[in-house]
């Protein structure tokens, strides 16, 4: 109630009480007093009782969040604890597998690893063979089997065409692990050549992005370099720009041109083989000069079974020349410098003309 609502109310109280004048006015104003200060009381009161309501509210909250931290310091040290306890017995299992596999190479009889399947994955990329192999050894030499027993280990971890592979062999040659070796990397040319092939011929794959591609191919190379030897750039460059110049150059263009230390080799071996049988327009013929074939389709070029009857307007009679040397065996002792016949104006070193 106001301040106004209680004068009122006092004076009609007061009139009605028979006060009236001066004491009319100072009995008004005692009760309005009274009434404000037991107001000002009451609402002090109900502050004070906030103020203690919000505090035990507040140390209440405190209280709380204490005891979650607490819990929650419990459970990390005991979380900690389960894992040290964890990692304490594996270091102890290892460590016992470890002293026993030392034991049993240093003495008694050798176990048979071949009839237990080691604790690594079977070979599903037979294209990577040759890293799975690495991965293979590292894990025999760690846990110290002996080499003997490598190849019948690794029969247990093969699969499908590498299996296949490995039951074709001859006993003798499946119970060598360099020999098996040797005929899986060959196989799924993982060898030197197979990583040239493979890099000379490599493609993106499906779904594959750029970065995997160049990692792949820069495998490929690697790996190529790394079989055949190579340490130094001057080394690599050759084989490199060899393989590129036999992919650029018709067979007739390395043969005619005498290529023996780059191409010769790789031409008997199988090695280089033309893309196409078309020849283009520009190619000049050794034979004739003549452009548009090879020498070795030229049609004016003699058959080298009876090169004595190819030859025109020449008598054909045994080489009597004057001019030529006397020799003992004309096909196997040929002049460095030609001599000519009188009449035919030709070559002796052929013998007949």
Same mark, same amino acid.
């Given at each position: 109630m106001s301040e106004l609502d209680l004068y009122a109310k006092y004076l009609d109280l007061g009139v009605k009480l028979g006060r009236s004048g001066e004491d009319l006015a100072t009995w008004v104003e005692d009760k309005v007093r009274q009434d404000m200060e037991r107001n000002d009381r009451q609402?002090?009161?109900?502050?004070?009782? /906030?103020?203690?309501?919000?505090?035990?509210?507040?140390? =209440?909250? %405190?209280?709380?969040k204490q005891r979650e931290e607490i819990a929650f310091r419990r459970e990390e040290k005991e979380r900690e604890s389960q894992l040290e306890l964890r990692r304490m017995e594996l270091e102890a299992e290892t460590k016992k597998l470890e002293i026993g596999s030392r034991a049993s190479v240093v003495a008694g009889p050798k176990p048979s690893y071949g009839a237990q399947r080691p604790k690594i994955p079977l070979l599903h990329d037979p294209s990577q063979v040759d890293?799975?192999?690495?991965?293979? /050894?590292?894990?025999?030499?760690?846990?110290?089997?002996? =080499?003997? %027993?490598?190849?019948?280990?690794?029969?247990?971890l093969l699969q499908d065409e590498a299996l296949s592979i490995f039951?074709?062999?001859?006993?003798?040659?499946?119970?060598?692990?360099?020999?098996?070796?040797r005929v899986l990397l060959q196989r799924f040319g993982c060898d030197r050549n197979g990583f040239r092939s493979k890099f000379l011929s490599v493609k993106p794959?499906?779904?594959?992005?750029f970065g995997t591609f160049i990692n792949r191919a820069r495998r490929y190379f690697d790996r190529w370099v790394e079989l055949s030897g190579v340490s130094t750039l001057e080394g690599l460059s050759y084989p490199v720009c060899s393989e590129i110049?036999?992919?650029?150059?018709?067979?007739?263009?390395?043969?005619d041109r005498n290529s023996s230390n780059v191409a010769g080799k790789n031409v008997s071996q199988g090695r280089f083989r033309p893309s196409s049988d078309s020849v283009s327009s520009n190619v000049t013929c050794f034979q004739c000069g003549g452009?548009?074939?090879?020498?070795?389709?030229?049609?004016?070029?003699?058959?080298?079974?009876n090169f004595a009857s190819s030859v025109p307007d020449s008598p054909s009679h045994s080489c009597e020349c004057p001019g030529r040397p006397k020799e003992a065996?004309?096909?196997?002792?040929?002049?460095?410098?030609?001599?000519?016949?009188?009449?035919a104006k030709m070559d002796c070193t052929l013998g007949v003309h």
């Amino acid at each position: 109630m106001s301040e106004l609502d209680l004068y009122a109310k006092y004076l009609d109280l007061g009139v009605k009480l028979g006060r009236s004048g001066e004491d009319l006015a100072t009995w008004v104003e005692d009760k309005v007093r009274q009434d404000m200060e037991r107001n000002d009381r009451q609402i002090e009161r109900e502050r004070k009782r /906030e103020e203690m309501e919000m505090q035990k509210q507040k140390e =209440e909250m %405190e209280v709380k969040k204490q005891r979650e931290e607490i819990a929650f310091r419990r459970e990390e040290k005991e979380r900690e604890s389960q894992l040290e306890l964890r990692r304490m017995e594996l270091e102890a299992e290892t460590k016992k597998l470890e002293i026993g596999s030392r034991a049993s190479v240093v003495a008694g009889p050798k176990p048979s690893y071949g009839a237990q399947r080691p604790k690594i994955p079977l070979l599903h990329d037979p294209s990577q063979v040759d890293l799975y192999l690495e991965r293979f /050894e590292r894990h025999a030499t760690a846990f110290g089997w002996p =080499e003997s %027993e490598w190849a019948s280990c690794l029969s247990n971890l093969l699969q499908d065409e590498a299996l296949s592979i490995f039951l074709s062999l001859s006993p003798a040659e499946g119970s060598d692990y360099q020999a098996v070796k040797r005929v899986l990397l060959q196989r799924f040319g993982c060898d030197r050549n197979g990583f040239r092939s493979k890099f000379l011929s490599v493609k993106p794959q499906e779904a594959e992005d750029f970065g995997t591609f160049i990692n792949r191919a820069r495998r490929y190379f690697d790996r190529w370099v790394e079989l055949s030897g190579v340490s130094t750039l001057e080394g690599l460059s050759y084989p490199v720009c060899s393989e590129i110049a036999l992919q650029a150059c018709d067979e007739d263009f390395v043969a005619d041109r005498n290529s023996s230390n780059v191409a010769g080799k790789n031409v008997s071996q199988g090695r280089f083989r033309p893309s196409s049988d078309s020849v283009s327009s520009n190619v000049t013929c050794f034979q004739c000069g003549g452009k548009g074939h090879v020498r070795r389709k030229c049609p004016s070029r003699p058959k080298e079974a009876n090169f004595a009857s190819s030859v025109p307007d020449s008598p054909s009679h045994s080489c009597e020349c004057p001019g030529r040397p006397k020799e003992a065996n004309v096909a196997f002792s040929v002049p460095e410098l030609p001599y000519h016949c009188c009449a035919a104006k030709m070559d002796c070193t052929l013998g007949v003309h």
